[in-house]
């Protein structure tokens, strides 16, 4: 029986029965039990809490300006990022690690949901089990964070889990580390390709989350417009370190196309 398609099973979650969803696309025996259950050598994916408070979100007029200048850039690229302001949020708890290959390959043969296009074997090949998944849409993401009873963050949500409540520029400080995250100057970086998310500890954010500059921009559920996405954090492909900081809005239109830049992780609301 083929696979069912992405909106046969959205169709299906939003009545209760993703669970129960049949034709898997893939043989589940090519993916053991064992490797099912275990997206990284830290095991299953941590839940972080992140307490209910303001963080200070966005950059100032000011500081636009001197990075336009000194990345030589134009002002307008940062426009998504103004203005810095105070932003409540209630209380939520994020992954830690974005969600891996192992994880995702989980999901899809639990419920016939179709495979990343880049599993040519019908699995992710062994040594990227620990690494993001990525070749995965929107729709994608929020299909597997249902499934798993989340949800995906907004820019806001994920915006405090990398900086904290200080307008730090990057997770771990103010001053770039090229040692704290996978991007493209990263010498262990291969041409085409992410890290283990468990690779940068260094990185960690001030509530203890990982991983969520470079290796892969992750979807957030909000943006502007019908069509329009935000991609946060930048990924293993970005060279600008100004591109790597978590105000940085990278917008995309393209919300239909998977690629091997993005990837994602899930929040949930606490009360």
């Known amino acids: 029986m083929p696979g069912i398609t992405r909106r046969d099973w959205i169709r299906s979650a939003s009545s209760g029965l ?13 993916f053991s039990v064992d490797q099912r259950r275990r997206p990284g050598p830290h095991g299953p994916n941590p839940i972080v809490g992140v307490p209910a408070g303001v963080f200070l979100m ?8 001197t990075l336009a200048t000194d990345y030589g850039y134009d002002v ?15 209380a939520f708890a994020i992954q830690k690690y ?36 990525n070749c995965v849409d929107r729709a994608d993401a929020q299909a597997y964070a249902a499934w798993i009873g989340m949800r995906l963050p907004t820019d806001a ?4 889990a990398a900086r904290g409540v200080d307008g730090r520029n990057f997770p771990w400080g103010d001053a770039f580390d090229p040692d704290a995250c996978h991007w493209s100057s990263d010498p262990t970086v291969p041409e085409s390709g992410t890290a ?10 001030p509530y203890g989350v990982e991983d969520m500059v470079g290796n892969v921009g992750e979807w957030c559920a909000n943006g502007p417009g019908a069509v ?16 790597l900081r ?11 196309y998977p690629c091997r830049f993005y990837g994602f992780r899930c929040v949930r609301s606490l009360p």
């Open 18 to 30: 993703a669970a129960c969803a049949i034709g898997a696309s893939v043989p589940a025996s090519t």
């Open 76 to 90: 307008s690229w940062f426009d998504g990022e103004l203005p810095e302001r105070q932003v409540y949020l209630p």
């Open 157 to 160: 949500e994920w915006e405090k």
């Open 58 to 65: 966005g950059t100032s007029a000011q500081r636009i300006q």
């Open 196 to 205: 283990p998310v468990t690779a940068h500890p260094r990185g960690v954010s």
């Open 246 to 256: 978590p105000a940085a809005r990278n917008m995309s239109g393209l919300t239909d």
């Open 228 to 243: 329009t996405a935000f991609i946060k954090g930048g990924s293993w492909n970005s060279s600008e370190v100004v591109n």
């Open 98 to 133: 974005p969600v891996t290959q192992a994880e995702y390959a989980a999901f899809c043969f639990a419920t016939g949901y179709p495979i990343p296009f880049n599993w040519p074997t019908g699995a992710p090949p062994a040594q990227l089990y620990d690494h993001p998944v």
